[in-house]
C-alpha cells in the first residue's frame, strides 16, 4: 500500500447564505421592541410613585408590554429557532401544545383564586343563618 490513503478527507462546510440582512432586521426588531417595552416600565414606574395613579391607564400599559413580549417571542421563535421556515404541520404541532399549556396554567390560576376566595370569605365557620317561618313571611307581608 502507498502512504497515501485510499479515500480522501471529506469536510463540509456550510455555504455562506449572506443571511446577514435578516439577521441585522432581526437585531433592530428586537431592539426596538425592547427599548420601547423598557420605556413602557419606566412609566409604570413612575406612575405607581404618584399618589393615586389612573387604573385603566396602568392596566393598558400593562397589556401593551403583554402583547409586547408575545410579538419578541414569536420573532424569536420563528427566527433563532427556524419555526417560521418549517412546514405549517410542524408550526402547529409545537404551538397547539404550547396553547393548551397557557390554557391550563390560567385555567388552574382562576380556579385557584376562586377557591380561595370561597375559602376567605365563609373561613370555615358556619354563618349565622336567619330561620324564617311562614307565619312570619306573612306577617311581614301585611306590615
Given at each position: 500500500?502507498?502512504?497515501?490513503?485510499?479515500?480522501?478527507?471529506?469536510?463540509?462546510?456550510?455555504?455562506?447564505?449572506?443571511?446577514?440582512?435578516?439577521?441585522?432586521r432581526?437585531?433592530?426588531?428586537?431592539?426596538?421592541?425592547?427599548?420601547?417595552e423598557?420605556?413602557?416600565?419606566?412609566?409604570?414606574?413612575?406612575?405607581?410613585?404618584?399618589?393615586?395613579?389612573?387604573?385603566?391607564?396602568?392596566?393598558?400599559?400593562?397589556?401593551?408590554?403583554?402583547?409586547?413580549?408575545?410579538?419578541?417571542?414569536?420573532?424569536?421563535?420563528?427566527?433563532?429557532?427556524?419555526?417560521?421556515?418549517?412546514?405549517?404541520?410542524?408550526?402547529?404541532?409545537?404551538?397547539?401544545?404550547?396553547?393548551?399549556?397557557?390554557?391550563?396554567?390560567?385555567?388552574?390560576?382562576?380556579?385557584?383564586?376562586?377557591w380561595?376566595?370561597l375559602?376567605?370569605?365563609?373561613?370555615?365557620?358556619?354563618?349565622?343563618?336567619?330561620?324564617?317561618?311562614p307565619?312570619?313571611?306573612?306577617?311581614?307581608?301585611?306590615d
Amino acid at each position: 500500500m502507498s502512504a497515501q490513503s485510499s479515500s480522501p478527507e471529506i469536510t463540509f462546510q456550510a455555504p455562506h447564505a449572506g443571511n446577514t440582512k435578516r439577521i441585522w432586521r432581526t437585531f433592530w426588531v428586537l431592539s426596538i421592541l425592547t427599548i420601547i417595552e423598557l420605556a413602557i416600565g419606566l412609566l409604570l414606574y413612575n406612575m405607581h410613585k404618584g399618589e393615586a395613579p389612573n387604573a385603566t391607564l396602568v392596566l393598558a400599559f400593562k397589556g401593551m408590554v403583554c402583547i409586547l413580549t408575545l410579538a419578541k417571542a414569536y420573532y424569536i421563535v420563528s427566527v433563532f429557532m427556524h419555526l417560521g421556515d418549517e412546514i405549517r404541520n410542524m408550526i402547529m404541532t409545537i404551538v397547539v401544545p404550547l396553547m393548551l399549556f397557557i390554557w391550563f396554567i390560567a385555567a388552574f390560576l382562576w380556579d385557584g383564586n376562586s377557591w380561595k376566595n370561597l375559602r376567605n370569605r365563609y373561613n370555615g365557620k358556619p354563618q349565622e343563618i336567619e330561620k324564617v317561618t311562614p307565619a312570619a313571611k306573612e306577617k311581614g307581608a301585611k306590615d
